[in-house]
């Protein structure tokens, strides 16, 4: 099936459908046994984004979409209707890159709650029923984030991981990652990408093929492996292993 614009970023299969978001911020529903076209949904066009695209979540009836413009959208899934909409981006931002809205990670949803943050700034919680704020915090993100118990991980742009409280916003630890491959003249930025929790363990990677896990409770890296090439894929774990794509396509598998 055809869409009008490339997609970067994974489909999601839920509930007979398969969701995908194009380039220019159309998300697409499809029959997932025959890829005919059900329904479609055109977001603000953002000709400033990031190149990588995000993928919808779903939660039951309803698709919550991420979009370039900073815009996070629920919609119902059998015919598209826009349920509620809010917009993560961020005033008075001081350059032109931390001016881009784009929500490049997929929502988190979990009890009745949507977790996302955009690039320009904002992590907020989102009552999935009403759409109103839950609370909302200064973290601009391009990573999903992840949910475990009472807490929620995020990772900043600026290599920084952090632990909140998921029902009030209020942060436990910070832990700031390494972010130059040459500290001393601050050359070489370092990109990373994750987390996902494995064996009680927080796994992130990044841009020159470290492989750092950290503990949840204090936010000390515990242990780092090379993985010999550079990773912008957020992590994958299934079966207790962590499979990761170097961004020369090579598969590695870690247990």
Same mark, same amino acid.
């Given at each position: ?17 398969? @969701? ?94 949507? @977790? ?55 942060? @436990? ?69 962590? @499979? ?12």
């Amino acid at each position: 099936t055809r869409a009008d614009a490339p997609f970067h970023g994974a489909p999601t299969v839920a509930g007979g459908r398969l @969701y995908a978001v194009t380039n220019d911020s159309e998300l697409v529903a499809l029959d997932a046994a025959t890829g005919a076209v059900q329904w479609t949904y055109q977001a603000i066009a953002e000709p400033a984004r990031i190149l990588a695209a995000s993928s919808p979540a779903v939660d039951g009836d309803s698709v919550i979409a991420p979009f370039a413009s900073g815009e996070v959208v629920a919609l119902l899934a059998a015919n598209g209707r826009r349920l509620w909409v809010d917009s993560l981006s961020r005033s008075g931002s001081l350059t032109s890159l931390s001016a881009i809205n784009d929500i490049a990670g997929r929502p988190a949803v979990d009890n009745g709650v949507v @977790y996302a943050a955009s690039h320009s700034g904002v992590l907020a919680a989102i009552d999935m029923r009403t759409g109103s704020r839950i609370w909302a915090r200064s973290f601009a993100s391009t990573q999903t984030p992840w949910i475990a118990g009472d807490v929620l991980y995020a990772l900043s742009v600026d290599g920084e991981l952090a632990a909140f409280d998921r029902t009030s916003g209020d942060v @436990y630890w910070v832990t700031q990652l390494r972010r130059y491959e040459e500290e001393g003249d601050r050359s070489g930025r370092i990109a990373w990408t994750g987390p996902v929790m494995v064996g009680g363990k927080l796994i992130v990677a990044n841009s020159i093929g470290e492989v750092a896990a950290i503990a949840p409770e204090n936010g000390q890296v515990s242990v780092t492996r090379d993985v010999g090439g550079p990773v912008f894929i957020p992590p994958i774990a299934a079966g207790g292993s962590i @499979y990761l794509v170097t961004d020369e396509a090579r598969l590695v598998v870690l247990r």
